[in-house]
Each structure stands twice: as structure tokens, then as C-alpha cells.
DNA sequence: GGAAGTTGTTATTCACTGATAACTAAGCAC
DNA sequence: GTGCTTAGTTATCAGTGAATAACAACTTCC
């Protein structure tokens, strides 16, 4: 017979998957972690076990997103470590749509004194890693945000990425400025 | 003596302000109606009433900020019709953070049946008519929004306008190449 | 000055949600 | 196989929050 159980390592990771898709959805007030739960397949009280708290379950999962994010860039800069390469692998993000949205609900939520530190400094590291990685300048760099929070901020209106809406005429003359930006 | 009472018009108009406010800080789901009544000075029942549902609410503040900001870009438009007009504009809105908060609060709640359309339609009515009243190509429309997504996610985040956090090394280099952002 | 419409309130409900407690069962050591 | 640790459950609670209902008080109009 197959294992039924998991070592609480593996299924801690496993929610934080599941919070990443549910928080995507609802945001961080707006998603229950009895939501999380039913998605992972196990009851909510676990689930405030292993994590704690819902607060501290959603920081995990900022913090696996916002750690993604980087891995993505890292092994883009190993092959062409310019703004353009990690635009690129920016873009491709938008397949798992859900990490960057539930990057964007952290932002969103950093008027909570108690995610607010977290948020930002999830912020400054990838700002300070973009830096690093491709040696461009402030304003470069600058432009490379405005440009990524524009695409996730879309992501997040369903405008862009898995599950889009219908577009409007807005929508296609925008996208048709984002290159390889299409989801599908 | 003073008026007690106001008119319903009236009344509908502070509650909105007091809307702005609230929501800015929480977000849709995070905020409460009692919170809003509370700033407004009012019952919550009452807020209810004159709105019919907390969704009703939320969408009336969503496009009262949007109708403000459109407004502002108009009265820009009249002495300087160009993005780099309305860009100053945009950035000195950061002194009415919440207002530009609340706009990012709605685009992360699309998700939410209730809300997508209204809030699709309202960044699609901002995209055309900066493009009426600038004439700028597509892609400069686009680098527009893109910056002015990013200072609004740094407003939410608590980096840039009033009640900004102590500015880390990353924020004040990032800051540094945004002339005019600062909000004091 | 009283009837009528409008502006508001208090009381209450009902569903929901995060969290705790107490209990159960699987796996592992020996 | 027995006992300990770890993975999980069900039952439950206390607080909250949107919404409804019923009522109160101000304004206005004749």
C-alpha cells in the first residue's frame, strides 16, 4: 500500500503550495486556512499546527514565492545575465501566474504591522539581487520593476496569464506592447 | 444650532471618503463596514443601508478613486497634454496616497466575480483616456503605467508617501532615480 | 401643529473562521 | 508485539462581521 502519511517537512510544503494558489485567489484576509486546507486534502486545525498562525503561514508563503522568484532569475542570469534575460524569465513566471500574484497580495498587505517588515524586505532583496546579478543601473532597474509589477498586477487582474478573461480592446493594444506576455 | 442631519447625497459622499481610507489600509475583504461607519461617525447598519452590500460599498470607492484620478489627469492634460504632464500629476497624488492604494486594492480583489469586471473596466477607462489626451504610441502608454503601478504598489507598501517606514538602503537608491516622488 | 417622508439608531441574528483541546492511529525501534 | 514518537483527526469555542428588522427623531409642508 502507498504511504498515507507524510513527514510534517513534506507537508508543510505542500500547503505552502496550496496557500500559494488559495491566497492568490483571495488575497490574505480574503482566504481562510480552512481553504488551504481542503486543498491539500487535510483539516484546518493542522494546518494552524504546523504553521501557527494563518500570519505565519502566509509569510511562508511570501517567502517561497518571493525565493522562487529569485531561483528563476539566478539560473536566467547563468545563461545571459542582462535586464533582458531576467525579463524573459520574468515573463515565463506568468505560467505559474499564482507566484507572483501572491507576491502582489503581500504588497498589498504591508499596511498589517505585522507583514509590513517582511514584505518589504522580500522587496529589497530581489531589487538588490536584480542589481547584482546584471551590474544595470538605478534607473534600469527602476524601469525593470515598473515593467514586472505592471505584468503581475495585470496577472492578478485576470487580464493576463492561465485563466484570462475575454480581452478588451484595451487589453490587445497593451499586450501587443508585451511580447511573448501571452499566457497560452 | 448646527445642522445635525445630512442629506443622503451627502452623507453617501463622506461615507465614500471614509471608504477610501479603510479600504486603503485593509483591503476589500480585510476591512469591516463598522470601520468605515466608525470614520465616517455613523452606525454600521447605516452604511449598509445606504449601500446595500459591502460590495456595493467597495465598488462605489473603487470608482470614485478612479473618477479622481481621471479628473486629475484631465486637469493636467489642460496646461500640459503630455505623459510627462500627467506623470506629475500622478506622482503628486501620492499625497492622497490612499486614493491611489485603493485602486491597487481593487485590481488584487479581481479575482472576485463581483468585482473583475468593474475593476477591468476601470484601469481600461485610465488607459484610454491617457491615450486621448497624449496622443502617445502604445508602448510609451505602457511605460506610463508601468511606473505609475510601481509607485502605487510602493505606496501600498509603505515606502513612498505620507506615514512612509524608515527607508532601507534599496528604497532610498530606488527612490533616488523618482524626482518629485517623495511625499513631504 | 400634525402628517409624512427622510435620516438615523439599537437590537439581533446567523454564518463563518481562527484557534485550542482532546483524542486516534500510523510508523519505527528494539 | 509493545511502547514511544509523529502525523493526523473530530469536536468545540469564542469572537466577529454582514445584514435585517423594528423603532426613534429630525425636517418639511400644508
Same mark, same amino acid.
Given at each position: %500500500?502507498?504511504?498515507?502519511?507524510?513527514?510534517? !517537512?513534506?507537508?508543510?510544503?505542500? #500547503?505552502?503550495?496550496?496557500?500559494? /494558489?488559495?491566497?492568490? !485567489?483571495?488575497?490574505? $484576509?480574503?482566504? /481562510? /486556512?480552512? *481553504?488551504? $486546507?481542503? &486543498?491539500?486534502?487535510?483539516? !484546518?486545525?493542522?494546518? &494552524?499546527?504546523?504553521?501557527?498562525?494563518?500570519?505565519? #503561514?502566509? #509569510?511562508?508563503?511570501?517567502?517561497?514565492? +518571493?525565493?522562487?522568484?529569485? !531561483? &528563476?532569475?539566478?539560473? @536566467? $542570469?547563468?545563461?545571459?545575465?542582462? =535586464?533582458?534575460? #531576467? +525579463?524573459?524569465?520574468?515573463?515565463?513566471?506568468?505560467?505559474?501566474?499564482?507566484? =507572483?500574484?501572491?507576491?502582489?497580495? +503581500?504588497? @498589498?498587505? @504591508?499596511?498589517?504591522?505585522?507583514? +509590513?517588515? $517582511?514584505?518589504? *524586505?522580500?522587496?529589497?532583496? *530581489?531589487?538588490?539581487?536584480?542589481?547584482? =546579478? /546584471?551590474?544595470?543601473?538605478?534607473?534600469?532597474?527602476?524601469?525593470?520593476?515598473?515593467?514586472?509589477?505592471?505584468?503581475?498586477?495585470?496577472?492578478? %487582474?485576470?487580464?493576463?496569464?492561465?485563466d484570462a478573461v475575454e480581452p478588451q480592446p484595451w487589453v490587445t493594444e497593451l499586450l501587443s506592447t508585451l511580447p511573448s506576455a501571452g499566457g497560452e
Open positions: %500500500m502507498v504511504r498515507t502519511r507524510l513527514t510534517a !517537512q513534506e507537508r508543510h510544503a505542500q #500547503l505552502v503550495d496550496a496557500a500559494v /494558489t488559495a491566497f492568490a !485567489q483571495g488575497g490574505y $484576509a480574503g482566504t /481562510t /486556512t480552512d *481553504q488551504v $486546507a481542503r &486543498i491539500a486534502g487535510v483539516s !484546518q486545525p493542522y494546518v &494552524i499546527r504546523l504553521f501557527g498562525s494563518k500570519q505565519d #503561514l502566509f #509569510l511562508a508563503t511570501v517567502r517561497h514565492a +518571493g525565493d522562487r522568484v529569485q !531561483q &528563476i532569475w539566478r539560473d @536566467a $542570469a547563468a545563461e545571459d545575465p542582462t =535586464l533582458d534575460g #531576467l +525579463g524573459r524569465a520574468y515573463k515565463q513566471l506568468l505560467t505559474e501566474r499564482d507566484l =507572483l500574484v501572491v507576491l502582489l497580495h +503581500g504588497f @498589498a498587505a @504591508a499596511a498589517d504591522p505585522g507583514l +509590513g517588515d $517582511a514584505v518589504r *524586505q522580500c522587496y529589497g532583496d *530581489q531589487f538588490t539581487l536584480v542589481r547584482e =546579478l /546584471t551590474g544595470a543601473s538605478a534607473e534600469e532597474v527602476r524601469d525593470f520593476f515598473a515593467h514586472g509589477m505592471l505584468i503581475t498586477v495585470l496577472g492578478a %487582474m485576470r487580464v493576463l496569464g492561465p
